[in-house]
T-cell receptor
Framework: GESVGLHLPTLSVQEGDNSIINCAYS??????FIWYKQESGKGPQFIID?????DKRQGQRVTVLLNKTVKHLSLQIAATQPGDSAVYFC????????????FGKGTHLIIQP | ETGVTQTPRHLVMGMTNKKSLKCEQHLGHNAMYWYKQSAKKPLELMFVYNFKEQTENNSVPSRFSPECPNSSHLFLHLHTLQPEDSALYLCASSQVQSYGYTFGSGTRLTVV
């Protein structure tokens, strides 16, 4: 099947800087996208989502951007903190969620002091 | 606590053993999922249950056998596994036709 993938396996940023994590997808029928955060020893946790009829959505310190033209998704984290260290996954679905999410490989975000 | 509880947290089993993973959700959801997470690979969807009925089996080998006795409980029965089956097995739940998945912390399985 079509897949969702991430560009970089590891991203290292200085504490206080902004982070941008990218994701490419290939299924043009995808209509819903989610970013998850997975800390060591835990399951993935929902961060923010966006529907395909939107280009941008903001949360607390996080922003998701969707470019449907190039099938690209990004997660921006403002003023990164040590607690942001985790693996970040993008996921997509086109089946209303009932058929399960398709995940990308994940980017490990490392925060340097 | 996420509302989705998985037991055990860690499991080491031989290739001839039979074991079961358990997942329980306290969120009132009616859909449950099993995912496999291997190192350096995307999460792989294994099984989907909607209202206790299996709606998807993502070409999973028969040595993995799911069971969903009710909307709150999900099991994964394991037998004659291979070392390459070693992974983190994650359970998730949601409302049917909803994107709001809640994951458990997973069971770290090692097959020796």
């Amino acid at each position: 099947g079509e897949s969702v993938g991430l560009h970089l396996p590891t991203l290292s940023v200085q504490e206080g800087d902004n982070s941008i994590i990218n994701c490419a997808y290939s299924n043009s029928a995808s209509d819903y996208f989610i970013w998850y955060k997975q800390e060591s020893g835990k399951g993935p946790q929902f961060i923010i989502d966006i529907r395909s009829n939107m280009d941008k959505r903001q949360g607390q310190r996080v922003t998701v951007l969707l470019n449907k033209t190039v099938k690209h998704l990004s997660l921006q984290i403002a003023a990164t903190q040590p607690g942001d260290s985790a693996v970040y996954f993008c996921a997509e679905t086109s089946g209303g969620g009932a058929d399960g999410l398709t995940f990308g490989k994940g980017t490990h975000l490392i925060i340097q002091p | 606590e996420t509302g989705v509880t998985q037991t055990p947290r860690h499991l080491v089993m031989g290739m001839t053993n039979k074991k079961s993973l358990k997942c329980e959700q306290h969120l009132g959801h009616n859909a449950m999922y099993w995912y496999k997470q291997s190192a350096k690979k995307p999460l792989e969807l294994m099984f989907v249950y909607n209202f206790k009925e299996q709606t998807e089996n993502n070409s999973v080998p028969s040595r993995f056998s799911p069971e969903c006795p009710n909307s709150s409980h999900l099991f994964l029965h394991l037998h004659t596994l291979q070392p390459e089956d070693s992974a983190l097995y994650l359970c998730a739940s949601s409302q049917v036709q909803s994107y709001g998945y809640t994951f458990g912390s997973g069971t770290r399985l090692t097959v020796v």
